[in-house]
């Protein structure tokens, strides 16, 4: 069965990745197939989780001159027909989207519009959670264009936040409870589509 080749950027620890190539393990990614791991720094977590999964993984050091086109090579060198960001800490530019022309879906860790764009990132975007005082938080995956965490959105789901709570316990729950299901679910639905297209082509 013609499947949709996808690419998977990452800048840490990787426990969404491991939610999608566990995903793909259980058979659930059924229309599309992980080719390939782009780790953004040599050493991070997410490079050991490919390993072990026997997926493709390239390193291209996100802060160095030419990062963007050594990723761009790479999407081309695999065919790759849609880039999943998953825990990528950095922000693509105009000029990369434009000329990857594929979809490209990022996961967030809060529910957008809120706490998100520029410096959102990580434990940073639960602190200012918890800093404002909402009482409900939770996850998104959307589409990525020109406006950091400002593309089309796919899927969202609610997480609770508890008294006590800290940074550190709600990113927890929040990737427990939202980001870890909410990825495969967004992923296998975006892969389906690039299938039908290809094969409404073919
Ligand atoms: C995740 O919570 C992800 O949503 C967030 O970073 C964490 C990475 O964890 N991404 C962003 O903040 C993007 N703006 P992981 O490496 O274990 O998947």
Redesign the pocket.
């Known amino acids: 069965m013609l499947k949709a080749s996808i690419a998977v950027l990452?800048?840490?620890?990787?426990?969404?990745?491991?939610a999608l190539l566990d995903a793909q393990a259980r058979g659930e990614l059924k229309s599309g197939e992980i080719r390939l791991v782009i780790a953004d720094r040599p050493g991070i977590?997410?490079i050991a989780r490919a390993q072990a999964a026997g997926v493709a993984c390239a390193v291209a050091v996100r802060r160095e001159a030419g990062f963007e086109a050594q990723v761009q090579e790479l999407l081309a060198q695999y065919r790759i027909d849609m880039a999943v960001?998953?825990?990528?800490?950095g922000i693509l530019s105009p000029a990369f989207i434009r000329t990857f022309g594929k979809p490209i879906l990022?996961?967030?860790?809060s529910l957008i519009p809120s706490f998100?764009g520029k410096g959102?990132?990580?434990l940073r975007?639960h602190q200012a959670a918890l800093d404002y005082g909402v009482k409900v938080t939770g996850?998104t995956v959307h589409l990525v264009n020109e406006v950091p965490?400002g593309g089309k959105i796919l899927l969202q789901r609610a997480v609770d936040i508890r008294p006590g709570d800290t940074a550190e316990t709600l990113?927890r729950r929040?990737?427990e409870e939202a980001?870890w299901k909410l990825l495969p679910q967004a992923v296998e639905a975006a892969a389906a589509e690039i299938v039908e297209e290809k094969e409404n082509l073919s």
């Open positions: 990452v800048s840490g620890g990787g426990t969404n990745l491991q977590g997410a960001l998953a825990g990528f800490l990022n996961i967030h860790p998100c959102f990132y990580g975007v996850a965490d990113q929040v990737m980001e």
